[in-house]
């Protein structure tokens, strides 16, 4: 079954600290995988993007990693930022299907100063 | 440019009544989504359109109509709403389908059926 799982369901830090999201899939044939940030009350907002062949992505603080043989990737946010606070969602395309994305249900991070 | 837009945000709706959540986009792009977002879940796609004129079920289409009224427009409609469709909707468009394509979200629109 084709399944995206994230953790941690949900995280507390301070303003200024680092932290890690995690992502395993069961997704295959795999095409590319993304990140989405989703603030409160909005859509999602995408924030990388990474197919087979790219093992990292960064957009400003943010750094997507993908590991395609352990079907793993994770999100840094470095130097974190009270805007930073958001449900941060992993999504894999499948390779086959046109446009078939399957969808985690996030992990809510919340950023305190 | 506004991206994608939604009406309305938020609407309550009892249990057998009928509406249309309406979507534009104003980026010239071919395709357009409709999705739902319940909590604990992630995003389900329930209909999308490759192109104007052509509309495809997606994972969860029971319940739902849609229109591409024209590549600008996509609407959902509920013809007899039930409590189940309690939800967040988003419509989402892209330039084209699948590969790399990015999908653009609306804000939502919060539905409660009662």
């Known amino acids: 079954k084709n399944q995206v799982e994230q953790s941690p369901q949900s995280l507390i830090i301070l303003e200024g600290k680092n932290c890690t999201l995690q992502?395993?899939?069961?997704?295959?044939?795999?095409?590319?995988l993304r990140w989405y940030k989703q603030d409160t009350g909005r859509g999602p907002v995408s924030l990388t993007i990474?197919?087979?062949?790219?093992n990292t992505k960064s957009n400003g603080r943010y750094t997507a990693t993908l590991d395609a043989d352990t079907k793993q990737s994770s999100l840094h946010i470095t130097a974190s930022q009270l805007s930073d606070s958001a449900s941060y969602i992993c999504?894999?395309?499948?390779?086959?299907?046109?446009?078939?994305?399957?969808f985690g249900t996030g992990t809510r991070l919340q950023v305190f100063p | 440019n506004a991206g994608v837009t939604q009406t309305p945000k938020f609407q309550v709706l009892k249990t057998g009544q009928s509406m249309t959540l309406q979507c534009a986009q104003d980026?010239?792009?071919?395709?357009m989504y409709w999705y739902r977002q319940d909590p604990g879940m992630g995003l389900r796609l329930i209909y999308y359109?490759?192109?104007?004129?052509?509309?495809d079920k997606g994972e969860v289409p029971n319940g739902y109509n849609v229109s591409r009224l024209n590549k600008r427009e996509f609407s959902l409609r509920l013809e007899s709403a039930a409590p189940s469709q309690t939800s967040v909707y988003f419509c989402?468009?892209?330039?084209?389908?699948?590969?790399?394509?990015?999908?653009?979200f609306g804000p939502g629109t919060r539905l409660t059926v009662t």
């Open positions: 989402a468009s892209s330039p084209l389908l699948g590969g790399r394509y990015e999908q653009y």
């Open positions: 359109s490759a192109s104007e004129g052509t509309t």
């Open positions: 980026m010239n792009h071919n395709s």
């Open positions: 990474m197919t087979f062949s790219e």
């Open positions: 992502c395993n899939y069961t997704v295959s044939p795999f095409s590319n």
């Open positions: 999504v894999v395309r499948l390779l086959l299907n046109t446009d078939k994305l399957i």
